[in-house]
C-alpha cells in the first residue's frame, strides 16, 4: 500500500515539476526577438496601407464607418466587449495624426527601441484597428493581433534592438533567459495548435477534402491565382496527395509539432504550405505571417546560431557541448541535454 502512495505522489511531482519546467523556466530571447523584427515588420505594413487609405477604411465616408463598426461588436443584449478608440474619432487631421503615431510606434518595435513600452502600445494599437475595422478584416488581422499580444509579453527586446545595443555601450550588455519570454512563448505555440487544430477540422466537414479535389479548386480559382497551375489537372494523383497531406497536416500539427522527432518535419510541412499559399494563391503576407507564427516552436539556441551564421563557421553544437563538459561539473556526462544546462550557463553559451 505504501509502495502504492508513493508512485503516486512520484507521478503527481513529476507532473507539477513537468508543468513548473513548461512554464516557468526562464527561456533566451532570440526566437521573440526575431518575431518583433518580422512580426513589428508586417505590422508596419499593415499599418501603412491604413494609413494610405485612410478615407476607405476609418473615414466618415469609410465602407463602414465608425457607428455600424460599434454595432457590429455590440451583442443583441447591448453589452460590448471590443472597444477602440477609433470609435470616436472621424476627424481626417486627427487620423492622420493617430496613424503617423502607429507608424512610429511599429517602427519603434521593429528597430527595438524602449521596446517594453511600444510592444505594449503596438498591441493597444492593433485591437484597437481591428476592432474598428470589423468586416474587412480577414486572416492577417488575426495573427497580426496574435503575435502583436504576445510580444507584449515576453523580452522581446533583449537582443537584435537598439536597447540591446545601448544597453552594451553602458557595459549592461548582457542576454539573460527570462520568465516572461518562456511564457509568451509557450501561450504563442499553444495558440498555434489551437489555429491548426480547428483549421483541420473545419476542413474535414468539406467533401473536397476527402475527395482530394480540394487543391485543384484552390489552384484553379481565378481569384487567387498568381500563376496558371491549371496544368496540374493532368496529375490528379498529386493533387490529391498534396489535399490529403495539408489536412493531415493541419489536423495532427497539435501532435506532431513537440515531439523533436517529428518537429522538423511538421515544421517543414508548415514552410512548405505557406509558402505555397504565399506565392501560388496570392495571399503572401497572410502566408509569411503564419510562418512567422512558427518561429514559436524554434529554440532560441538555434536562432541565435543561424542569426550569427554559427552554422556557416561550423560552430553550432559541437564546440559548445565540448567546452561546457569541461567546464561543468557534468565533465563525464557523454552528452548534454538542454536540461541539465542552468539557463545563465545557457545564456552565456550562446553568447559566445
Not at 474619432?89 to 513600452?117: C, E, K, Q, Y
Not at 493581433?145 to 515576453?154: G, N, P, S
Not at 491549371?230 to 497531406?245: E, G, K
Not at 517529428?262 to 517543414?268: M, S
Request: proline content about 3%.
Amino acid at each position: 500500500m505504501n509502495a502504492l502512495v508513493a508512485a503516486v505522489l512520484n507521478w503527481f511531482v513529476g507532473v507539477w515539476t513537468a508543468w513548473n519546467r513548461f512554464w516557468f523556466q526562464p527561456a533566451l530571447p532570440h526566437t521573440m526577438a526575431v518575431l518583433r523584427i518580422f512580426g513589428g515588420g508586417m505590422l508596419l505594413y499593415t499599418q501603412l496601407i491604413w494609413t494610405i487609405n485612410q478615407g476607405m477604411f476609418l473615414g466618415r465616408d469609410s465602407w463602414l464607418n465608425a457607428q455600424t463598426a460599434l454595432l457590429l461588436n455590440t451583442s443583441s443584449d447591448g453589452q460590448r466587449y471590443a472597444w477602440s478608440y477609433l470609435y470616436y474619432v472621424d476627424s481626417p487631421w486627427l487620423l492622420s495624426l493617430l496613424n503617423v503615431g502607429a507608424l512610429i510606434a511599429f517602427g519603434m518595435l521593429v528597430a527595438g527601441w524602449h521596446t517594453r513600452i511600444v510592444s505594449i502600445l503596438s498591441m493597444i494599437i492593433t485591437l484597437a484597428y481591428c476592432h474598428r475595422l470589423t468586416g474587412a478584416l480577414y486572416g492577417l488581422d488575426q495573427i497580426n493581433a496574435v503575435i502583436a499580444t504576445y510580444l507584449a509579453v515576453a523580452n522581446c527586446g533583449g537582443v537584435y534592438s537598439v536597447d540591446h545595443w545601448l544597453a552594451k555601450r553602458r557595459g549592461l550588455g548582457e542576454i539573460f533567459p527570462t520568465v516572461d519570454t518562456n511564457i509568451a512563448t509557450r501561450l504563442l505555440q499553444l495558440h498555434m495548435c489551437v489555429i491548426y487544430l480547428f483549421g483541420g477540422i473545419g476542413k474535414a466537414r468539406g467533401e473536397l477534402w476527402w475527395d482530394g479535389s480540394a487543391c485543384w479548386f484552390a489552384l484553379a480559382c481565378k481569384e487567387y491565382q498568381n500563376f496558371d497551375l491549371t496544368w496540374l489537372v493532368r496529375y490528379p494523383w498529386f493533387l490529391a496527395t498534396l489535399t490529403h497531406i495539408t489536412v493531415f497536416w493541419e489536423m495532427f500539427y497539435c501532435f506532431f509539432v513537440w515531439p523533436k522527432l517529428t518537429r522538423p518535419i511538421c515544421l517543414g510541412l508548415a514552410a512548405a504550405v505557406h509558402l505555397g499559399i504565399a506565392l501560388f494563391l496570392g495571399m503572401p503576407t497572410f502566408g509569411l505571417m503564419m510562418l512567422f507564427g512558427n518561429l514559436a516552436f524554434v529554440y532560441p539556441e538555434t536562432v541565435a546560431a543561424v542569426v550569427g551564421l554559427k552554422w556557416l563557421r561550423g560552430e553550432v553544437k559541437e564546440p559548445v557541448v565540448a567546452t561546457l563538459v569541461n567546464d561543468s561539473p557534468v565533465r563525464k556526462a557523454k552528452s548534454v541535454s538542454e536540461t541539465t544546462i542552468e539557463p545563465q550557463e545557457r545564456m552565456r553559451i550562446v553568447a559566445r
